[in-house]
Every structure is written in structure tokens, then in C-alpha cells.
């Protein structure tokens, strides 16, 4: 018995040898399970990229039916509370950007069974700025709708 | 460890609202401190809400969430007794979990 185990970590490929086991769903680590962090679109620094890194977010068409709520002024741009609501058939995940952040995409939200496609998220706004709602849908269509908020006092920095 | 998740979930009728309250510092790696040394980058990039074992919500944060952020969700059909958990993964690996029964 110990004579295997050694054998097994001499090798150093104990989990290369259970990796035939993950896909039978024996074996499942649960960091895997977790939604990974879609680190290439949330590193872009303007809009563009961002949109274009998310999944040509860049072509989506503009929809009356994702509403977006929230202040038109901003006294304090460390927490603006934005809600978003999707009215589109099949809405899959929603994605909220703002345009003039350092980072522009702030939060990406997927649903599945019982939740329904709505959001109420606080961000951090760094200026006045448009924020965007990217809807995809379970057919792979994309749609967006625009909101501008004007902030007074910013709230990335010091 | 991070400090507890506060979830509240409230049924009205077919429809159940569903509040959570991260609590996180969520630091941009751009605020200094007092004496000028950039805080460093800190914040919860992932995120799981689970109905009775099943996740009905995942989420990706960027540190422009605020600090101690509150979510606000809806789900249809949820009942007293079902279980909700949320659990967070932050930048530094720290993680968290809890869970309500709904009342």
C-alpha cells in the first residue's frame, strides 16, 4: 500500500491521474464549479476593449426592453445604486459597464431557474458617466440600453 | 475569512425578493492611505447565489462594486422553507458562505 502511494507522489502526477475522473462527475472541486472570472474583459481600461473583450458587446442592438433606474445625479460616486430590469425573452446574463471607469465592466450577472432577470447593484462611479446594461440571451443575441449619471463627487480614488 | 453574508428574502405572492449585503472592503488599488501608501488591490470578484443546493445566480464583480455592497434580486416560485445560500471568492482567495431558510 505505502509502496503504491510512493510510487504515486514520486511520480508527482497524482492529478493527472485522477483527471480521468472529473469529467464522470466522481471527482468535482467545487473552485471549478464557480463562475471564473472573466479576467481579459474586466482588465480593459476603456470602453471599447470592454465591450469587444465581453463578447462583441460592441454590435448589440439598443433595446427599450432593459430599464435601467437610477439617480440622475450622484452626490457621492462611491455607491450609486443602479436597478436593472430585462424584459427580453430568454435573458441569460446582464452586464453592467460605465463608460468613463478606469475599468469600465463593473459586474457581469448570469440567471438560471427560479431568479429572475433583475439587478440591483451599488457601484463606484469615478466621473459622470453613461452606463451601460448588455443583455445576452439564451439564443446568443445581444442587447443593450444607456443611462447617463452625473456624479459630483467621485468614488475610485482617494 | 470575510464577515458574514446578510441575506434577506422576503415572499410576496409568486415573487420573492431577495437581498444581500456583502460585507467587503472592496479596495480599487488606487485609494492611499494617511501616509501615502497605495492600498492594495482587494475585492470580491465572484459570487454564488443557490437555491436549495442549485444555483440560480452567478456573478463576476470588478472593484468598481462599492465597498459593503447590497445586492437586490428577484426569484419566482420560492417557498418557506427553501434554503438560499451566497457565497464570494475575493482577489486574495479569502472566501465565504452562508445560508438562510426562508421564513
Known sequence: ?158 | MGEQIKIRAQIKGDMTDIRILMQHPMETGQRKDDKGQTLAMHFIQTFTVSHNGKTMIEGQLNTSVSKNPLFAFKARGIKVGDKISVSWQDSAGDKRQDEIVVS
Not at chain 1, 452626490?75 to 446574463?93: L, P
Open chain 1, 1 to 158: 500500500m505505502f509502496e503504491l502511494r510512493r510510487k504515486l507522489l514520486k511520480g508527482g502526477s497524482v492529478a493527472a491521474l485522477l483527471s480521468p475522473l472529473l469529467g464522470t462527475g466522481l471527482l468535482v472541486p467545487t473552485s471549478v464549479l464557480a463562475a471564473d472570472w472573466n479576467r481579459p474583459a474586466f482588465g480593459t481600461r476603456n470602453i471599447g476593449d470592454a465591450l469587444k473583450a465581453y463578447g462583441n458587446a460592441n454590435t448589440a442592438s439598443e433595446s427599450p426592453d432593459i430599464v435601467i433606474s437610477a439617480p440622475e445625479i450622484a452626490e457621492n460616486g462611491a455607491k450609486v445604486e443602479i436597478e436593472i430590469t430585462s424584459n427580453i425573452e430568454n435573458t441569460r446574463s446582464l452586464a453592467i459597464f460605465a463608460d468613463k471607469n478606469p475599468m469600465p465592466l463593473s459586474a457581469i450577472l448570469e440567471f438560471s431557474g427560479p431568479a429572475l432577470p433583475y439587478a440591483r447593484v451599488q457601484l463606484k462611479l469615478a466621473e459622470t458617466t453613461r452606463v451601460r446594461a448588455v443583455v445576452k440571451t439564451l439564443d446568443g443575441k445581444t442587447h443593450v440600453a444607456f443611462r447617463e449619471i452625473k456624479v459630483t463627487l467621485g468614488g475610485c480614488g482617494g
